[in-house]
């Protein structure tokens, strides 16, 4: 079985500053992979950066960057330089051999002038 | 490239009735999966399909089905709905089945029963 933990219902972030998501998770499985989607207003979820297990360096996409901690079973998500397209709920998601993804309760990001 | 497509967008239905759900995924996607996210319990998955055939199954009662078609196009089906269906129903598709396939989701079908 598979549980993901975000504690932070919702963030405030300022334009062009930076902001961090957390996420912990659980897993029985040796290989498995993690996420972060986005789902903004018009609910369509939209892959962030995602992360293999077995990799030590932390997953970078432009703006989005991940601090993964394997051995706490962590996978925050940092956002830099906000901008306001970057309001959304941010789902953190886990998933293992199989594609089944278990996601967690979500972050709603605010982000302010 | 299209995306993944879902019809209906919308729909509203009242209790005891069954209601079919369509998705069609992006051209060369051969997998394709069902989320219902609702306030109360979040996204949950439904089930995968590939190939035509279930390979992972959510936990869900029974009412829910789903099956998938030779051109990968799939359907998932509710029956004798209850309230506490009113949710988004999200589907995803990806290459080909594993958790290495990036998945690519739908812009969801609203359902309402009433």
């Known amino acids: 079985a598979q549980t993901v933990t975000q504690s932070q219902p919702e963030m405030s972030v300022q334009e062009a500053e930076t902001v961090t998501l957390s996420c912990t998770y659980d897993?029985?499985?040796?290989?498995?992979?993690l996420f972060w989607y986005k789902q903004p207003p018009s609910r369509q979820m939209i892959l962030v950066i995602r992360q293999e297990a077995y990799k030590q360096q932390n997953a970078t996409e432009n703006r989005f960057s991940v601090n993964f901690q394997k051995a706490a079973k962590s996978f925050s998500l940092k956002i830099s330089d906000s901008q306001l397209g970057d309001a959304a709920m941010y789902f953190c998601a886990v998933t293992g051999t199989a594609s089944k993804l278990t996601f967690g309760t979500g972050t709603r990001l605010q982000v302010t002038l | 490239k299209a995306g993944v497509t879902q019809t209906p967008r919308y729909l509203i239905k009242t209790r005891g009735q069954q209601v079919t759900l369509s998705c069609s995924p992006i051209s060369g996607h051969r997998s394709v999966s069902w989320y219902q996210q609702t306030p109360g319990q979040g996204l949950q998955f439904l089930f995968e399909?590939?190939?035509?055939?279930?390979?992972n199954k959510g936990n869900f009662p029974g009412r829910f089905s789903g099956r998938q078609f030779s051109n990968s196009r799939s359907e998932m089906n509710v029956s004798t709905l209850e309230l506490g269906d009113s949710a988004l129903y999200l589907c995803?598709?990806?290459?080909?089945?594993?958790?290495?396939?990036?998945?690519?989701f739908g812009p969801g079908t609203r359902l309402t029963v009433l």
């Open positions: 995803a598709s990806s290459l080909r089945q594993g958790a290495n396939n990036e998945q690519f």
């Open positions: 897993t029985s499985e040796s290989d498995y992979y």
């Open positions: 399909y590939f190939s035509e055939t279930q390979r």
